[in-house]
């Protein structure tokens, strides 16, 4: 099983700043992991495919990078529907597929 | 538009059994792989079971073996799973997913409660 870990776990940033998130697979997982966006109450929403690929409807302010094991998820400008929990997922080798711990990003 | 609407769960006791449904509209739904997902209270999201379009394959968690089961029924565009002996550490919001890789379709989730 490949083993996701997100950090920070919590990120504390002010509106309009930047904000970065980092996801690491215990094994190579090439390009295959997704970033969703999660907000009580509400179902995930895939923000990052494929490593780096924003899905429909994504603002271009986020953005995916990385490969092998080391991947970021970058949010250039924070608005504040941006305030939510982000979790990564491999899709590389499965079953299952695995999610990392989340990274919470709050306003500051 | 793709839909995916939930019903079912609700409060069970320990050891009991509740059938989730997910009832898809919007695309053609036996050419599209499903699967549950879940997240507990304060916890993250944890990938339950998987079901290809033509239920050929089907994989489970190993915290879910041979306690859950996935199934669907092509003919009325529904995704079913079927939870059996159920735990406290089975509680918590389950969603249903299309798509064998990312999934940009889900549900609106539906909690389930175990109660001891």
């Known amino acids: ?108 | 538009e793709v839909q995916l609407v939930q019903s079912g769960g609700g409060l069970v006791q320990a050891g009991g059994s509740l059938r989730l449904s997910c009832a898809a509209s919007g695309f053609t739904f036996s050419t599209y792989s499903l699967n549950w997902v879940r997240q507990a209270p304060g916890k993250g999201l944890e990938w339950v079971s998987y079901i290809s379009g033509s239920s050929s394959a089907i994989y489970y968690a190993d915290s879910v073996r041979g306690r859950f089961t996935i199934s669907r029924d092509n003919a009325k565009n529904s995704l079913y799973l079927q939870m059996n002996s159920l735990r406290d550490e089975d509680t918590g919001v389950y969603y249903c997913a299309r798509d064998s890789s990312s999934w940009f379709y889900w549900g609106q989730g539906t909690l389930v409660t175990v109660s001891s």
């Open chain 1, 1 to 108: 099983e490949i083993v996701m870990t997100q950090s920070p776990a919590t990120l504390s940033v002010s509106p309009g700043e930047g904000a970065t998130l980092s996801c690491r697979a215990s094994h190579s997982i090439s390009r295959n992991l997704a970033w969703y966006q999660l907000k009580p109450g509400q179902a995930p929403r895939l923000i990052i495919l494929d490593a780096s690929t924003r899905a429909t409807g994504v603002p271009a302010r986020f953005s995916g990078s990385g490969s092998g094991t080391e991947f970021t998820l970058t949010i250039s400008s924070l608005q504040s529907e941006d305030f939510a929990v982000y979790y990564c997922q491999q899709y590389d080798n499965w079953p299952p597929v695995t999610f990392g711990g989340g990274t919470k990003v709050e306003i500051k």
